[in-house]
């Protein structure tokens, strides 16, 4: 049977789901997006080298491009987290042609560009965004060379183009920049196991990217289906170095549950939905749609009370920590 002290203290901490909010703002924001990043340039090197690239904590928000037969000339306009602009930077090439304006939203951003260039010329080019936005300028001829400049992973986007441009654009490359958003595992922890010696396992789903704002990525804790009667709950904590005064992770053994950890403070405790039959339960995380979330990390460990597992009744699963996405 569960120690009834240990069940009212996890109890008292129950908060409701809309606490995340409240978590998230009071996360300590993490470190600076990573250092710049160059694939290319694709085509040749006449006219005048360029390198437009957002500045730190912004992004691309509007590219104004000229095309026809050619990639004739484009100027890129950057946002900063709140969406106001910055910019647009000097024309690159000229202003023949069709004029075009890709604006991507607050939170969207590229991801990959196409390049086809062919006799020293940048013919065509195509951007992608993480939303789904995929178009296409200039035109292609037979023979021209495609280049892909893909992302590297999840985390990971285009802060801006560099190359040669002079009457027409003649070599064109990628800028990219760490996006922010991942997520790590304390790993499996084998030694707290429910009472027939199984392990409760807690893992994210990462795609497309986990965790960004104003998106709802998702957890998944799996225990075992025989325990679809006890309570599960999932722990939201703001650190995973101390907790009440004492270093993490914290072995639970002094209250009776021996092998299992405490791995991150203990700042919300939400009460799960029962598990499906093969022991599975999908928690998502609504994050707050707030520019000022980016950067921060949350983290997130399993709980289930099992009378019978152990003295104190309960076992913790690894713990997941995230870093929310952003510029």
């Known amino acids: 049977m569960i120690a009834s002290p240990a069940r009212r203290a996890f109890r008292a901490v129950t908060l409701p789901l809309v606490t995340l909010t409240l978590v998230v703002a009071a996360a300590t924001p993490a470190a600076a997006q990573g250092p710049d990043r160059i694939q290319g340039p694709a085509g040749g090197t006449s006219g005048t080298a360029f390198d437009l690239r957002a500045p730190v904590g912004q992004r691309i928000g509007r590219i104004e491009i000229y095309s ?16 106001s602009p910055n910019g647009p930077t000097p024309w690159v090439g000229n202003t023949t042609g069709t004029l075009s304006t890709l604006d991507l939203g607050w939170s969207d951003y590229l991801r990959r560009v196409d390049v086809w260039t062919s006799s020293g010329f940048v013919n ?5 965004t993480r939303d789904g936005v995929d178009v296409t300028y200039g035109s292609r001829r037979t023979g021209d060379v495609r280049t ?9 986007e285009v802060v801006g183009l560099f190359g040669h ?4 654009v003649t070599g064109l490359g990628t800028v990219r920049r760490d996006v922010l958003a991942s997520t790590r595992s304390s790993g499996p922890n084998f030694n707290c196991t429910t009472s027939n010696g199984l392990t409760i396992q807690l893992t994210a789903v990462l795609s497309p990217e986990p965790f960004v704002p104003g998106h709802t990525p998702e957890l998944q804790l799996t225990t075992n289906y025989r325990y679809f009667r006890e309570p599960h709950f999932m722990i939201y904590g ?3 170095t101390s ?18 950890t405490l791995n991150c403070s203990l700042d919300a405790l939400v009460p799960l939905p029962a ?7 999908d928690h998502p995380i609504p994050l707050p749609n707030d ?3 980016i950067g921060r990390e949350i983290h997130f460990q399993g709980l289930v009370l099992e009378p019978a597992a152990n003295a104190a009744g309960l076992v913790t699963s690894p713990m997941i920590s995230a870093r929310i996405g952003g510029y």
Do not use: E, K, T, W
């Open 68 to 83: 026809g037969a050619f990639v004739d000339g484009f100027r890129l306009l950057y946002r900063d987290r709140n969406g």
């Open 124 to 128: 065509q080019v195509r951007f992608v």
């Open 148 to 156: 892909n400049f893909q992302a590297s992973g999840a985390n990971d």
């Open 165 to 168: 441009a002079g009457a027409l």
């Open 238 to 240: 703001l650190s995973d």
């Open 243 to 260: 907790f009440n005064g004492q270093p993490l992770p914290l072995s639970l053994s002094v209250i009776g549950a021996g092998g299992c």
């Open 275 to 281: 598990p499906d039959f093969f022991g599975r339960i």
């Open 291 to 293: 520019p000022n979330s």
